[in-house]
């Protein structure tokens, strides 16, 4: 099992900037892919970016590509997720989860796949206005 706490949302400007942090604790944080997921009222949770175990390989959603940048410093136990240029419609709960299958390296469809992880954080606010 990897527990894990996010922090870093807040409320901001439409065109402002956020950083997110996971922070993993429990078995070995670089055996697991991780993700981002967010939540806005009434609507369901979507995928928003996933990073490999080593870091390497990152997927975005068409949503936040060029935007946001997902990161993760193993040695640290913590995945980033930087958000820039910010738009009311990011307004929502992000979420950060481990992959449920350590050592496993699959596909953008796979990552893009909410089923796919487990060890889910209890969720930061991020909130843009206009």
């Known amino acids: 099992q990897v527990q894990l706490v996010e922090s870093g949302g807040g409320l901001v400007q439409a065109g402002g900037s956020l950083r997110l942090s996971c922070a993993a604790s429990g078995r070995t944080f670089n055996n697991y892919a991780m993700g981002w997921f967010r939540q806005a009222p009434g609507k369901e949770r979507e995928f928003v970016a996933a990073i490999s175990r080593s870091g390497g390989t990152t997927y975005y959603a068409d949503s936040v590509k060029g935007r946001f940048t997902i990161s993760r410093d193993n040695a640290k136990n913590t995945m980033y997720l930087q958000m820039n240029s910010l738009k009311p419609e990011d307004t929502a709960v992000y979420y950060c989860?481990?992959?449920?299958?350590?050592?496993?390296?699959?596909?953008?469809?796979?990552?893009?796949?909410?089923?796919?992880?487990?060890?889910w954080g209890q969720g930061t606010q991020v909130t843009v206005s206009s």
């Open positions: 989860a481990a992959d449920r299958r350590p050592y496993y390296t699959g596909s953008s469809y796979y990552y893009a796949g909410g089923d796919n992880y487990a060890n």
